[in-house]
């Protein structure tokens, strides 16, 4: 691609690919509760696939191990209730940052749906 003046940008001289550096996986922290370890050891290798969990990230996923905890003993206690309500969006929020549950359109690949025949084809056949 050339600029404005008919010349090549000098950033776009050399594009080499970037390659993509191996998954670093990591011990959860100590000090964790039984509940809230399970949480980690449950849902950090989705995170880690997706590399979203990091050392950066780990105090972000372990707030979230812990939240899903307290919603779980919600739950059982107060279910539907306004905090109950506020944990599972707060969860939620959490579960999108970290891309443990889908979001938006489902890719399908080129598959097209089939179109519903029109009620004025069977006059446009000819």
């Avoid at 905090?83 to 999108?96: F, K, M, S, V, W």
């Amino acid at each position: 691609m050339l600029g404005i003046d008919g010349v090549r940008p000098a950033q776009w001289a050399a594009v080499v690919p970037e390659v993509p550096q191996p998954v670093e996986r990591f011990d959860p922290p100590e000090g964790l509760s039984a509940e809230v370890l399970a949480v980690w050891t449950q849902q950090a290798p989705h995170a880690f696939e997706t590399r979203t969990l990091t050392r950066a990230t780990a105090v972000s996923f372990e707030r979230y191990c812990r939240a899903a905890v307290l919603e779980q003993r919600l739950g059982l206690t107060a279910p539907g209730g306004q905090d109950h309500r506020g944990l599972l969006r707060q969860i939620n929020a959490y579960e999108l940052q970290f891309l443990l549950t889908p979001c938006g359109k489902a890719m399908r690949g080129e598959q097209k749906q089939a179109q519903p025949e029109s009620k004025l084809a069977k006059y446009r056949r000819g």
